[in-house]
T-cell receptor, first 111, second 117 residues
Framework: SQKIEQNSEALNIQEGKTATLTCNYT??????LQWYRQDPGRGPVFLLL?????KEKRKERLKVTFDTTLKQSLFHITASQPADSATYLC??????????FGAGTRLFVKA | DGGITQSPKYLFRKEGQNVTLSCEQN?????MYWYRQDPGQGLRLIYY???????QKGDIAEGYSVSREKKESFPLTVTSAQKNPTAFYLC????????????????FGPGTRLTVL
């Protein structure tokens, strides 16, 4: 079945460093991948979309890559801040009308 | 102030009871969705609706029911047939069902945490 997998272990980094989160997909070829941010007890908020024909996309301190050979997307936050601490979800359209979501990776940025 | 609202924020249910979770949006979106989120799992789709008076089952529809009588509203009923309803429930909306132009982003409400006593 179509799956999105994200590292279930939390990522702990120091303020100012670059955080890198991984999203792997299996058993399908998504036309695009999305990244959302979710704070505890709240709904996810959309951050970025990258299409299969785009290698890289940037928005302020965020950068997303899409490698169709590795079946992977990487999500980078440069110059990370404690306010970036949250869970980051990867999602994509799987055909039909459905979007599937990964379980998310929790990021902690220490001051 | 456009957005999507859910109520209540916390809900407690006794076994055997049906409960209804509210979801309202004023974004003029056609598509609406209900997801369930459990610890360590991705969001799982319960039901979705493309347009008023139309809705489709998602991956885990058993024990749930919905209605879409108005464009703005998509309430979810958790019935007594749902054996393990304790979870965080998220409602979302988007201009149209995917895939469509733009970012295909979904706008999420703040969620309802349902606990079975």
């Amino acid at each position: 079945s179509q799956k999105i997998e994200q590292n279930s272990e939390a990522l702990n980094i120091q303020e100012g460093k670059t955080a890198t989160l991984t999203c792997n997909y299996t058993n399908y070829s998504p036309a695009y991948l999305q990244w959302y941010r979710q704070d505890p007890g709240r709904g996810p908020v959309f951050l970025l979309l990258i299409r299969e024909n785009e290698k890289e996309k940037r928005k302020e301190r965020l950068k997303v890559t899409f490698d169709t050979t590795l079946k992977q997307s990487l999500f980078h936050i440069t110059a990370s801040q404690p306010a970036d601490s949250a869970t980051y979800l990867c999602a994509s359209h799987t055909g039909g009308f459905k979007t599937i979501f990964g379980a998310g990776t929790r990021l902690f940025v220490k001051a | 102030d456009g957005g999507i609202t859910q109520s209540p924020k916390y809900l407690f249910r006794k076994e055997g009871q049906n409960v209804t979770l509210s979801c309202e949006q004023n974004l003029n979106h056609d598509a609406m969705y209900w997801y369930r989120q459990d610890p360590g799992q991705g969001l799982r789709l319960i039901y979705y609706s493309q347009i008023v008076n139309d809705f489709q089952k998602g991956d885990i529809a058993e024990g749930y029911s919905v209605s879409r009588e108005k464009k703005e509203s998509f309430p979810l009923t958790v019935t007594s047939a749902q054996k393990n309803p304790t979870a965080f429930y998220l409602c979302a909306s988007s201009p149209h069902l995917p895939p469509s132009g733009g970012n295909n982003e979904q706008f999420f409400g703040p969620g309802t945490r349902l606990t079975v006593l």
